[in-house]
Structures are given as C-alpha cells and as structure tokens.
C-alpha cells in the first residue's frame, strides 16, 4: 500500500502535464523523478506500456545550460521522431550527440510494419538538426535496403553508415560496431546525429554503450533505454518482460567483461570485444565528456584503490583536505567511482589506464591530469613511502618519487586557487569556493629536474606548533613546493669510500703527501676537511673504480667521486708534475687535468662494463677550470656559483653565468645542476636577523642561467645566533620553486597575487613594505659569494661591517619607514582578521626581530651605557690583576683612553697578537659575558678575506675553540671609541690543570693603529 501510495503521486503528475500540454522540458523533468522513484516495480512497467503510449513531445530550444538533476534533452523535429540528445545523463554536457528516428524512409510493405516508416524530415526539421543542433555527421545503422538514399545523407551533412544488429548483434557483429564507434572517437565528426528506423534497438544499443562508458549509472541507462516507450514509434521499451526483446541479454554479456564499474566493464569490451585501442576509447569519452567538469560541495570524491602506494595515500589526504576546506563539505575517499559524482581518481589503476593515462614513459616528477566528463585523472610516478611517518619523524628528505601529490598539488592551485606559500593556515591560502571548475587534460614536467631548497629547522613557523612538529613541516614545505624526488649526489662524495678507515695503515701511499714528508693518513685533524687528503695519482683511484662498479650493479644509478673538501696539494713528485701551475690557492684550479681525467676513466670503466649508470664530480676549487679531455655523457657535472646574491655585483654575476655557460659548451649538454649560495652565515656576511628577502634577485639570476642548466641546489643557511630562517626565505624558495617548474613563471604577477591573498586590503602598503626589504638586501648587504672554493676573481668581496649595517644601512630612518607600512597595512584590515594575523606574524618576523637588533647593538656600542652597567653591575671581573703580554709595537696610552688604566695601543703593519693566559680562573661549561672598549685609525686589510681588528677567546678543553667579537666580522676602518660585548660558555674541562683558556687582542691581516681598553670578563648567572 505504501508503495502504491508513493507511486500515484508522480504518475499523476505525469497525466496532469499531458493535459494541459506543459513545455515538454518540463515534463522531462517531471518525468525522471517519477520514473527514478518507481522504477524496478510493476507499477513502472505499466506506467510506460500504458500511460504513455502514442505520446509525442512538444518542441524545446537548444540551448546549452546546466542540465539540473539530469533533465532529458527531447527535442521535435518536424518530420521525425524520438530525437534527444544524450547529454544531461550524469553531468554529461548537452549539445554533442543525438539520437533518435531516421529522417527519411524507405517503405516497406510488410504487412503491419508500414506505419513506421512513414517519417520524412522536413524543411523545418532540417533547419532544426543542421542550424539549431548543428549536426555535422550522420552515422545511419540502417541495412542498404532501409534506405531510399544509400550514399547520401537527407539531413544534407557528412555521412558515415554502419548496417548493425541490435542487442546481441554487438557481441557477433564486431567488425561492425567498432565501425560505428570510432565515428565518436573523432572530434571532427561532432556534433553527431545516429540513427537506425525508429531509434529504438540499434539506436539503443549504441546509446546504451556510448552513456554507460561516460559514467551514467545503470539505473538511468535503462531509464534512457525505456524512454522510447513517448517516441510513437515500435511501441513499448520496457527493460524486462515480454517486450524487453534481448535487452536483459545484451547487459548480463556486458557484464561479463572485466571491470568493477559498468564503465569500465564496457571499456573492456570495446578494447577486447572490438579491438578498440584504449586512445580510441579515451578519445570517445573526451569527445563526449568534453574536458570540464563541474564540482560542487557534497558531489566530488576521491578515488583510490586499495593497494595504492603510501605516497599516494598522502596525496588522496592532501587532495579531500584542501577541498574540503575550499567547499566547506567533507569529501570522502572511496574505492571506486560513484555514478553521479565528480571522481578525482588518483594515480596508476584500471580507470586512469582505461582513460589512456600512462605513467611508464613518465620522467620522474611528471604527472598528468586529465578531465573527463565526470572524472579527473591524477598521476604521476608514485613509491611506496610512508609520508606521515617522515613528517611526524621529522625527516626532510624528500627522495622519492610522488608525481601524483604533485600533481594533486597543481590540481588544487590551478582549478581551486589554493596556494602554497609556508605550511600552517598562515602560509596556505584556501578560498572558499561555491563550485570548482576543471578542465583540460594536461601534461607538466618540469624545466628543472633538480629543484632543492635548503629548509633548516629554524623558523618562525605557524602559531601554536611545537617545536618537534616544526622539525617535521620540513618535509611537507618541501613537497608543497614540489621540489624534486631527487639529485644525483655530488658532495665530496669520495668521503664515502671510506678510504681513510680502511687504508690508513695498509696503503699510506693512498693519502696526499705533505711538505714535510709526512703522509695524511687517520680519520682525528683538527678541521675536517683538513684531513681525508688523497694522493690522486695513487693506486686509489683502482680502489674508487671498481667499488664504484660495484654499487652500481647493487642499484645505484649514480655515484659520486668528488674528492674531500679544501683539497690540499700533494707534493709526492708524480702529483708535482701532473699540476698545472705552482699556485696552490682552492680556486687556482691547478688539478684540473689530474682529477677529471680519473673521473672519466671511471665513467669509461662503467660504460666498457655494460653498466647503466653514472658518476657525479664537481667543478670545484682546485679542479675548477675546463680540463683539454671530453667528457663523457655518463658523467653528472655539478657547478658551485655565488648565485642570486650575485645580482648586487652585476659584473661578478656575469662572469658567474659565463662560467656556467662555457661549461655547458664544453660538455655540448646542460649541466646537470649547480650549487649556489644565497646565504648570510660565513665571515664576509654577518647580518643575523636582517631579512634577505629578494625574489627578483633570485629570478633574474636563474632566468640568465636557465639555457645551460638542469636545476639548481639553493644553500641558503641562516647566520650564527640567528633563530629565524624559513620567513626570510619563503617567498624566495616559492619564486625559485615555481620558475624551476615552469621558465616562464611571472613573478610580479604571483608577488601581487601573494599581496592580494595574504593580506587584503593591505596589499599596496605590503608590497611597499617587501619591495624595501629587497632594495635594502640587494642593494647595501649582500655580496656575490661567501664560498672561497667558488668566488670568481682574486679578490674576496667583504660584506658590511656590523657597525654599517646598524649605523648606515638599517637606519632609524629605515626602520620606521618599514613600520610604518606595517601600521598603515594593519589599521586597513580587521583586527580580528586572517589578514591581520599575517601582518602581526611579517612584523615579528621580518621587522621586529631586525628592530630588536639594531636597538640592541646600538646600544651596545654605547660608551656611556657601557660604564653605566659596569659601575651599578654586582659582577666581579675575571681578569682582575691580570696583565697582557705586549709584544712590540704595542704600548700602555693613556692620553686616549676611556678607563684610568689605560688603553693597548696596537700599531699593526700585518698582524699583532697581544695575550693573556685565563687558566685556573674559569668554571666548566659556566656562561661568560666578555666586552670591551676599541679605537681604530686608518685600520686597513692587506690580504683580502678574514681581515681586522677583534677580540678573541680561546681554549683547548682538549677541543680547540674559539669566539670572537665581534661575532663573525672584524672591525676596519677609522672610528672613535665604541664598545662590544658577547656571551659566551666554556667547556667541559675549562676548569681543568690540563685547560689552556687564553685572551687575545687581535690585529689580523691588517694595517693601521687599534685602541683596546677596559676588556672585561664576568661571569653570567
């Protein structure tokens, strides 16, 4: 009863809309739910032989709209009958394919079958197909004797005619249907019109197979199928029953073929059945499906089989995250496509192969995302990694391989506006969105194969996230930014033979010869790079060759033979005479020939040994020059320039990039990739908490080195002390991320859209307050390189002092115009807003940590603060009593001194070291605060490089220490008596007799006359 209840009312809607002859879309429409809520009942049985039978629909206008709830397109065409078009089934577009009667007739005079064949389209019904449809092919599936014009078409359009068997007729007349069907794999042919007499069987059949392999459920196939019962034409179309002809049939076969869906199990038999190749079938779904799709909240999930990779499960998390938060409904993950719904199908499986998407003859980081009607294929080389695991570790090697989340990634910025920028709800923008439109079918690798950021750990990360959780967004930041799965290893790799654990003592031949006679054997040196010197016209390079072949046929596919760090001369006679020059200094490039020409006879090893695989060297130092020898294909070559920084020396940038380019000729190739520099945290440049924000520096640089490279390693470290480091660089690693990817990246466009999106109505005042920040970097702090190995040229290029960079270049003047762009940009957003915790967050950030700095150091210098602290300070001084040791040229000058004892005057032609021993007067691992009063005339470098005036600790606790201040820098020039200070803790063993703790007043490298007075040491509760 509660069924027949439910049912009555669409039914009788359905005879109310017959009467009063309502538009026929809207009986359509009607029509539909009735026939979706009573369908599979008898009720619908007799409601389609009975009800409607001899019911002709009036005429509609094409016009192509969404199709709401899935409205069926009937459409009059005077002279024809049951013409409709198969879009609206599903979200499939309307407008492409039409089906329906024959337009004109040959009749036959069987008895009781002549009433059918009485239709002729006429002048208005041809207007209709060829002007308001636009009809371009006519594919007839009719037999020669159906026909009254076997070789033209009536509708006067191109003609394709395929005579078919309804029903079964497809699993026996093969030959014929896929005939018939690659007519749709051509997007020339559409708009399409097929047809057999009456549009019922053949009609069907193909329609049947055409929807079903789009994605319309099975429900609403045969509803489609039934449909014909309205046409007046053969009568009745039930799906089962007596008058079901071989329809139950046709799909239990179907059925059969390999598949989960109904789609893909028609995809299998249009590929076995009828030889289709699996382009062919992509083909017909694009031209059918068209490549948008429409998705809205609550109608979109994501696709992923069971055994998919880990990464690929990460990257179905990032996918339903980001889309959710854009739609505002969750977005589940299901094992395989819904009918109805827009399916983001994720990596390799049968439906993205079915589709035509193929990842075997991807390169490594490339991914395709392919639109098709209701599905969007995602997917790219993909391993089983454990992405959760990693980031909860706080792991940040990004070595594996994940082209389907970066392609999910390019997804959700591409069609949903979702960005990127630093990991956190700070950094990720996610608009909400009402709909997401995706289209196309796109294949993006990127121009860069390498593409590596250094990310420390240091940063002001997102509010609210412990330090440990920070650690891990490493790795997420980085795979955000979709840098690359991997780069051939090229860092003093011969380290990694271990050489010197395992030959010490049997073979010192092995180890670089020194001056005095003495073999550099051991693994325990002072510095290390100081120590592992080989001797490289040695037996070791048979030793590096054959281990060398050996990990290759283990799996490596690239082995790296860079020798150690600072590589030393050895002076056995065999090197002496194998250097090219006496000129030992790193960058003189004196072992060029010797090194590379090892390095290719290992390359040449690999290749004589059938082996697929390579060796990675570095043109670096002391082998840095272009050796008379080719180099073989197998060989990774790896350059160490200044990089961006070099864009404030444009003539130092330009030999740079020409040394990159001849490289690049010479190897007639693309260097593999080249390391750069972009720091701030070795001696020439000290600049702890000033930001080193400069996007522009980083494009224009590698835009002018793009021709000759394949990508690039960013070293990018902070400087000593200093906490922050991902907020000075993250608008820099996002301009170099996104230029690697794709050359033509333009980086006003994305820096104005960054404004736009982070900070509203504050963008002006923030790309104001940006645009300083990189004047001020690029223009007054940095320098081209701050690598000895790679500087190009004989002189060393010295960064600002601290004290020009406090009292000249980070001015109050400065400071407060930055904050004053920071003031206007808040007071234009709400308080309360997400642009407004973006603001704050810069502030902290960019400017209150360089504010603090200069407030602090400024006030440092003070004199006056200085004896102000001292006098009400309850410190006692460490030193007290204690005398330094005057060596000559240096004297007690009272006439210019800030404290009644005197200052050491220093006259210094080079260097002066004036001392005094600490031992017995420290505590162990205790904190010291050390400061002073310094004067300097006229005090000049005479060799370039780590060059000046400063004042050092020093202790050998057994390990040798040492700290200076200033931090990093020495002072030069001419200035009046200013102060320093630094913090500092002992070691371990500082207390101990054994300790040698020492002080020293330093003139190094240097000429001029230099003032110290009131040194100080006090211990630091």
């Known amino acids: 009863m509660k069924l027949k209840a439910l049912s009555l009312a669409p039914v009788l809607a359905i005879v109310v809309a017959l009467v009063l002859n309502i538009r026929a879309d809207d009986v359509s429409e009607r029509f539909l739910d009735a026939a979706r809520c009573l369908y599979g009942t008898p009720t619908w049985t007799s409601y ?137 794999a051509d997007s020339a042919n559409y708009p399409i019109y097929f047809h057999c007499w009456g549009g019922a069987d053949r009609t069907g059949t193909i329609a049947y197979l055409l929807e079903g392999l789009c994605g319309v459920n099975e429900v609403d196939l045969s509803i489609d199928y039934e449909l014909t019962s309205f ?21 239990a076969k179907l059925k059969t073929y390999p598949g989960s869906a109904l789609s893909d199990k028609i995809a299998s038999y249009m590929e076995q ?14 031209n059918i499906l068209g490549d948008k799709v429409r998705i809205s909240p609550g109608m979109v999930e994501v696709v992923l089989v069971p055994d998919a990779p880990r990464t690929t499960v990460f990257a179905a998390s990032e996918a339903t995250n980001f889309l959710a938060q854009a739609l505002g409904r969750e977005v589940p ?19 993205s192969a079915a589709a035509g998407v193929e990842v075997d003859g991807f390169a490594r980081d490339e991914y395709r995302i392919l639109t098709q009607g209701s599905r969007v294929y995602i997917a790219g080389h993909d391993d089983d990694v454990d992405v959760f695991r990693k980031i909860k570790r706080g792991e940040h090697n990004a070595r594996f391989r994940s082209g389907t989340l970066f392609g999910v990634y390019d997804f959700l910025e591409r069609f949903a506006g979702v960005r990127f920028y630093f990991p956190g709800e700070l950094g990720t923008v996610v608009s909400k969105r009402d709909e997401i439109v995706a289209e196309g079918d796109v294949m993006v690798k990127p121009d860069f194969a390498v593409r590596d950021c250094y990310v420390s750990a240091a940063g002001l990360w997102p509010e609210g996230v412990p330090e440990k959780e920070a650690y891990g967004l490493r790795l997420l930041y980085k795979l955000r930014l979709r840098e690359c799965a991997e780069r051939p290893r090229c860092c003093h790799g011969q380290n990694r033979f271990n050489i010197a654990e395992r030959f010490s003592e049997t073979h010192p031949e ?32 048979d030793v590096i060759r054959e281990e060398t072949l050996e990990r290759i046929r283990k799996g490596e596919s690239s082995v790296d033979v860079m020798p150690q760090d600072g590589m030393q001369p050895c002076w056995c006679p065999t090197c002496q005479a194998r250097f090219n020059t006496t000129n030992f200094s790193l960058a003189s490039g004196y072992a060029t020939e010797l090194i590379w020409s090892n390095t290719v006879a290992v390359a040449q090893a690999i290749t004589t040994a059938g082996l697929k695989g390579s060796v990675a060297q570095m043109a670096y130092g002391t082998y840095r020059d272009l050796p008379s020898m080719d180099i073989p294909e197998n060989v990774n070559l790896v350059l160490a320039v200044g990089g961006p920084w070099s864009e404030s020396h444009p003539d130092i940038r330009d030999q740079q990039v020409d040394f990159v380019r001849k490289w690049s000729e010479k190897l007639g190739r693309k260097v593999s990739w080249i390391w750069t520099y972009p720091m701030k945290n070795y001696g020439r440049l000290q600049a702890p908490d000033v930001p080193q924000h400069a996007p522009h520096a980083y494009l224009s640089f590698y835009r002018r080195v793009a021709p000759y490279i394949d990508g690039s390693f960013v070293e990018s470290n902070c400087a000593n002390g200093e906490t922050l480091h991902l907020i000075h660089n993250y608008l820099n690693f996002y301009a170099f991320s996104k230029f690697a990817w794709d050359h033509s990246f333009d980086l006003d466009a994305a820096l104005a859209e960054h404004h736009r999106l982070m900070f509203g109505a504050a963008a002006d005042e923030m790309t104001a307050f940006f645009d300083l920040l990189e004047k001020t970097w690029i223009g007054h702090v940095a320098i081209p390189s701050v690598i000895g190995e790679t500087e190009i040229g004989p002189v060393m290029i010295t960064g600002p002092s601290q004290l020009d960079l406090w009292t000249k270049i980070y001015t109050s003047t400065l400071l407060t115009e930055l904050r004053g762009h920071l003031d206007r940009a808040m007071a234009k957003v709400s308080a309360d807003s997400l642009n407004a915790r973006r603001i704050a967050w810069i502030r902290r950030g960019f400017y209150d ?28 001084n460490v030193m007290e ?23 050491v005057k220093v006259v210094s032609t080079n260097r002066v070291y004036v001392g005094c021993s600490l031992r017995g007067r420290l505590k162990a691992n205790a904190k010291y605060r050390l400061s002073y009063f310094i004067r300097f005339e006229n005090l000049e470098s005479v060799k370039g490089g780590h060059s000046g005036a400063c004042v050092e600790y020093e202790e050998y606790t057994p390990k040798y220490r040492a700290e200076r201040c200033p931090r990093g820098t020495y002072w030069l020039g001419t200035r009046d008596w200013l102060h320093q200070s630094l913090v500092f803790t002992t070691g371990v063993d500082a207390d101990q007799p054994q300790s040698r703790p020492n002080l020293w007043l330093r003139v190094f490298n240097a000429k001029g006359t230099v003032w110290f007075d009131g040194v100080r040491l006090e211990e630091v509760k």
């Open 510 to 541: 092995y180890f670089m010869l020194r001056k005095n006679g003495t073999r550099c054997t051991g693994t325990r040196f002072k510095n290390n790079w100081e120590g592992r010197q080989l001797c490289h016209t040695s037996p070791v390079w």
């Open 273 to 286: 059945a009828l030889g289709l190749s699996r382009d062919e079938i992509a083909s017909i779904r694009r």
């Open 333 to 351: 993950i299901v094992t395989q496509p819904t009918a109805g719904k827009v399916s983001l199908i994720l990596g390799s499986n049968v439906w």
């Open 881 to 903: 009593g204690l005398m330094f040791s005057l060596p000559r040229g240096c004297s007690i000058d009272r006439s210019v001194c800030v404290t009644q004892e005197g200052a």
């Open 231 to 251: 046409a007046g034409v053969f009568g009745t179309r039930p799906r089962t029953g007596t008058k079901s002809f071989a329809f139950p049939q046709f799909i």
């Open 48 to 184: 389609t032989n009975t009800l409607v039978r001899g019911y002709r629909v009036s005429a509609t206008n094409l016009a192509d709209r969404p199709v709401p709830g899935g409205r069926i397109r009937w459409f009059h065409v005077d002279g024809m009958r049951n013409v409709r078009d198969l879009g609206g089934w599903n979200g499939l577009p309307t407008g492409r394919v039409f089906r329906g009667s024959e337009p004109d007739c040959q009749p036959i005079e069987k008895t009781g079958e002549k009433k059918y064949h009485n239709l002729n389209v006429t002048a208005a019904g041809l207007k209709m197909l060829r002007e308001d449809l636009g009809i371009k092919t006519d594919l007839d599936l009719r037999g020669p004797g159906e026909c009254p014009h076997p070789e033209t078409s009536s509708l006067g359009v191109r003609l394709v005619r395929v005579p078919l068997g309804a029903y079964m007729g497809a699993f026996s007349g093969t030959n014929q249907y896929a005939q018939a069907l690659r007519v749709f």
């Open 849 to 876: 940590a360089l504010a603090a700095r200069a407030a602090d150091y400024t006030k440092d210098l003070s004199v006056e603060c200085e004896l102000r602290r001292r006098a009400e300070a309850n410190a006692a």
